[in-house]
């Protein structure tokens, strides 16, 4: 029997809790660049009775994002695509942040947008880091994020070498860039009659968050944290409750728009409860 297929990009600590909120009755694609955990991942849903394929894939190769889109598509209706595959400033170069956060999505977008089932929905985890730089950059730059083509995009004069100073900063742009263009997409997806969206998550206990929480801005996300209305961290099983909303019926009427689930980090900085060094 075909299933229905569900297609998860990165399957660290989201892409995990959304393959499992999202796979049963249906066929599981997991993909990610590092093949030790999609084995592991893979491993641990074929045990718990999942229908699992797995493949590896490098988002910022564009052949090998339109290969898992072909792939995907061969196994039965792709009516889910779940985009969470990226790399965070402790872990990587501003080059690398660029090509795998900013251009690793719209190559993303592109190829699930031509093989989308009629009906499906898609959604690409960006980033509070995105929401917080709403205002910051300039009209043109953010056009510029959401409509050049996917080939052409590292070519943009502000991402080359030298114009952006740090892996935060890139995390910014990135992020941004995922919300803008999502929403832009959003018309080539509803060509198609399919919704995409973005969540923007805040500060999440996966091994990403895990990692900058230990690193040099762990300090100051830890006053994030203290300075919002939840006061907790985020769980994967925060975000792919969202996820599971904008990916099925419930959220009929609700593409291109993006979801902030930070715990409230972006509503206490603006209401002035805490001050980020930069802003
Ligand atoms: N954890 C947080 O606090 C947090 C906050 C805001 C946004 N995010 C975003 O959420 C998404 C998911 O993050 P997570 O916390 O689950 O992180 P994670 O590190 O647990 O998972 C990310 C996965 O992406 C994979 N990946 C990295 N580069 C890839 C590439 N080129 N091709 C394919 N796969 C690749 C990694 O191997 C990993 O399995 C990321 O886009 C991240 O930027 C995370």
């Known amino acids: 029997m075909v299933h229905d297929v569900v297609v998860v990009i990165g399957v660290g600590g989201m892409g995990e809790a959304i393959a499992r909120r999202q796979g049963p009755g249906r066929h599981v694609v997991l993909a990610d660049f590092n093949a030790e955990t999609l084995e592991r991942v893979a491993a641990g849903l074929r045990g718990?009775?999942?229908e699992v394929t797995a493949r590896t894939v490098d988002v910022a190769d564009h052949a090998s994002v339109a290969a898992l889109a072909d792939a995907a598509a061969a196994?039965?209706?792709?009516?889910?695509?779940?985009?969470?595959?990226?790399?965070?400033?402790?872990?990587?170069?501003?080059?690398?942040?660029?090509?795998?956060?900013?251009?690793?999505?719209?190559?993303s977008l592109a190829e699930f947008g031509r093989v989308v089932a009629p009906?499906?929905?898609?959604?690409?985890?960006?980033?509070?880091?995105?929401?917080?730089?709403?205002?910051r950059f300039p009209a043109e730059m953010e056009a510029a994020l959401a409509l050049t083509p996917a080939e052409e995009l590292l070519a943009l004069p502000f991402l080359q070498p030298g114009a952006v100073p740090d892996p935060g900063a890139a995390y910014g742009?990135?992020?941004?860039?995922?919300?803008?263009?999502?929403?832009?997409?959003?018309?080539?997806?509803g060509a198609r009659g399919a919704r995409v969206n973005t969540v923007s998550p805040g500060i999440i206990s996966t091994p990403m968050g895990q990692e900058e929480l230990a690193g040099q801005s762990g300090a100051m996300m830890r006053a994030m944290v203290?300075?919002?209305?939840?006061?907790?961290?985020?769980?994967?099983?925060?975000?792919?409750?969202?996820?599971?909303?904008?990916?099925g019926p419930e959220s009929s009427f609700v593409t291109g728009t993006d979801v902030l689930v930070d715990g409230g980090v972006v509503a206490a900085l603006r209401a002035g409860a805490l001050t980020l060094p930069s802003a």
């Open 48 to 50: 718990d009775g999942y």
């Open 119 to 135: 009906g499906g929905a898609g959604v690409v985890i960006a980033s509070m880091a995105g929401t917080m730089a709403l205002g």
């Open 75 to 107: 196994l039965g209706p792709v009516t889910q695509v779940a985009h969470t595959a990226g790399l965070s400033p402790v872990q990587a170069s501003v080059e690398a942040i660029v090509r795998v956060d900013l251009a690793g999505v719209a190559y």
């Open 226 to 247: 203290e300075a919002s209305a939840m006061r907790r961290l985020g769980t994967p099983a925060d975000i792919a409750a969202v996820v599971a909303f904008l990916l």
């Open 173 to 189: 742009i990135a992020k941004r860039g995922n919300q803008v263009r999502v929403h832009a997409a959003s018309l080539a997806w």
